[in-house]
């Protein structure tokens, strides 16, 4: 009846504006990345240099794109150097209205995190051209939900374990010379991109040394393998959170870290993996951030100078939202220690 009154054309552009009028009260006001730089660095960040892993898309594009506006030169670092040089092109592409040339700042590499020698290769290349490093995003990160199967490193260790964390401590470590040389603002800043899900890391009262522990690791029939896979995904942000903790204690005089949760549900191509996922995103991104958004509480950690170090933070503030049985002070210097014993090892017997 009312479609014959109005029109089914006139019917259909209603919905749309009123769908599209419901949507945009439903997304929250985050604030994006450049309004962090105007609150934080107002006078930019011109003479810096920064590295972003994961570059190529996501929260680390859009992180690599508000360093570069903000005047720092970004190193781009992603697996592969073919998405690595396009994520550059997109860069100056949307910075080309800049007075200054933006070509000059932005620069590639390929590592890939889950091959140790690839990150020393990464790791030679950036300090045969630069002294120090001013920020360091470890952005990079492997979701996995949906794979079904535990997939392992060419070292033998589980693969988000491997990339999210193992690979992100191997890459700081050959860059200490770089990040505890005192910076243009000040120490280096680390920022961590860890995440809320780091709570779906069960709590064990087992070592951290016996993580992934064999119960996780162990076929599963579906939907059990989803389960597995956000607890070995959260397992590795966990690690991601215990490590910046460590790292501010053990170098804490020379660099500031601090891991972040950038948002949750964004829509990356970390989560299109699998129809479920891909399907949840959807029905959820009314309530999530855009991946801009997302890139707001990196850039927040990296400019904000009233944080001193060890924080984890969450929509810019800090947050104690973590599980406090785990993260402890004990359980990140074993982690430690357990992951330094690990490469050790894999660069022995490599
Ligand atoms: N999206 C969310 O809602 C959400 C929520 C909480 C936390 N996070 C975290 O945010 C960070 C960025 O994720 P995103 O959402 O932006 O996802 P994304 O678009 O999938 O970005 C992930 C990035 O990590 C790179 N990467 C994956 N495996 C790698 C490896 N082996 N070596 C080097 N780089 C590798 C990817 O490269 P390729 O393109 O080559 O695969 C990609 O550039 C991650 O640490 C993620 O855990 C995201």
């Given at each position: 009846?009312?479609?014959?009154?109005?029109?089914?054309?006139?019917?259909?552009?209603?919905?749309?504006?009123?769908?599209?009028?419901i949507?945009?009260?439903?997304?929250?006001?985050?604030?994006?990345?450049?309004?962090?730089?105007?609150?934080?660095?107002p006078?930019?960040?011109?003479?810096?240099?920064?590295?972003v892993?994961?570059a190529?898309?996501?929260?680390?594009?859009?992180?690599?794109?508000?360093?570069?506006r903000?005047?720092?030169?970004?190193?781009?670092?992603?697996?592969?150097?073919?998405?690595?040089?396009?994520?550059?092109?997109?860069?100056?592409?949307?910075?080309?209205?800049?007075?200054?040339?933006?070509?000059?700042?932005?620069?590639?590499?390929?590592?890939?995190?889950?091959?140790?020698?690839e990150?020393?290769?990464?790791?030679?290349?950036?300090?045969?051209?630069?002294?120090?490093?001013?920020?360091?995003?470890?952005?990079?990160?492997?979701?996995?939900?949906?794979?079904?199967?535990?997939?392992?490193?060419?070292?033998?260790?589980?693969?988000?374990?491997?990339?999210?964390?193992?690979?992100?401590?191997?890459?700081?470590?050959?860059?200490?010379?770089?990040?505890?040389?005192?910076?243009?603002?000040?120490?280096?800043?680390?920022?961590?991109?860890?995440?809320?899900?780091?709570?779906?890391s069960?709590?064990?009262?087992i070592?951290?040394?016996?993580?992934?522990?064999?119960?996780?690791?162990?076929?599963?029939?579906?939907?059990?393998?989803?389960?597995?896979?956000?607890?070995?995904?959260?397992?590795?942000?966990?690690?991601?959170?215990?490590?910046?903790?460590?790292?501010?204690?053990?170098?804490?005089?020379?660099?500031?870290?601090?891991?972040?949760?950038?948002?949750?549900?964004?829509?990356?191509a970390?989560?299109?993996?699998?129809?479920?996922?891909?399907?949840?995103?959807?029905?959820?991104?009314?309530?999530?951030?855009?991946?801009?958004?997302?890139?707001?509480?990196?850039?927040?950690?990296?400019l904000?100078?009233?944080?001193?170090?060890?924080?984890?933070?969450?929509?810019?503030?800090?947050?104690h939202?973590?599980?406090?049985?785990?993260?402890?002070?004990?359980r990140?210097?074993?982690?430690w220690?357990?992951?330094?014993?690990?490469?050790?090892?894999?660069?022995?017997?490599?």
């Open positions: 009846m009312v479609g014959g009154v109005l029109g089914h054309r006139s019917l259909s552009i209603i919905t749309a504006l009123v769908a599209s009028i949507y945009s009260r439903l997304r929250k006001d985050w604030p994006n990345p450049q309004e962090m730089v105007h609150r934080h660095a006078l930019g960040l011109n003479g810096t240099v920064t590295i892993t994961g190529n898309s996501g929260v680390g594009l859009e992180t690599a794109r508000s360093m570069v903000a005047g720092s030169t970004v190193i781009l670092a992603c697996r592969s150097a073919a998405r690595c040089q396009a994520a550059a092109r997109n860069i100056e592409r949307s910075e080309a209205t800049q007075e200054a040339p933006v070509v000059a700042r932005i620069l590639t590499a390929a590592c890939e995190l889950e091959r140790l020698e990150v020393e290769a990464f790791a030679e290349w950036v300090k045969a051209r630069y002294a120090r490093i001013d920020y360091l995003f470890l952005n990079a990160g492997l979701t996995g939900i949906g794979w079904h199967e535990v997939r392992f490193s060419p070292s033998g260790l589980e693969q988000r374990f491997a990339v999210n964390h193992v690979g992100h401590h191997y890459l700081t470590k050959l860059l200490k010379p770089l990040l505890t040389r005192h910076a243009v603002h000040g120490r280096s800043r680390v920022v961590v991109v860890a995440s809320r899900s780091h709570k779906f069960p709590v064990w009262e070592p951290i040394q016996q993580l992934p522990s064999p119960a996780m690791l162990a076929p599963r029939s579906w939907p059990w393998t989803y389960l597995r896979d956000l607890q070995l995904y959260g397992l590795s942000k966990l690690c991601n959170i215990l490590f910046a903790k460590q790292l501010q204690r053990r170098w804490g005089d020379d660099l500031v870290a601090i891991s972040i949760h950038p948002g949750s549900s964004m829509n990356t970390g989560g299109q993996s699998a129809l479920l996922p891909r399907l949840w995103l959807y029905l959820v991104s009314p309530w999530a951030k855009t991946v801009e958004q997302g890139a707001s509480t990196s850039v927040c950690a990296a904000d100078l009233t944080l001193e170090g060890g924080e984890y933070l969450d929509d810019c503030a800090v947050s939202d973590t599980h406090s049985e785990v993260d402890t002070e004990a990140a210097a074993d982690l220690d357990y992951t330094e014993n690990l490469l050790n090892l894999k660069i022995s017997h490599s």
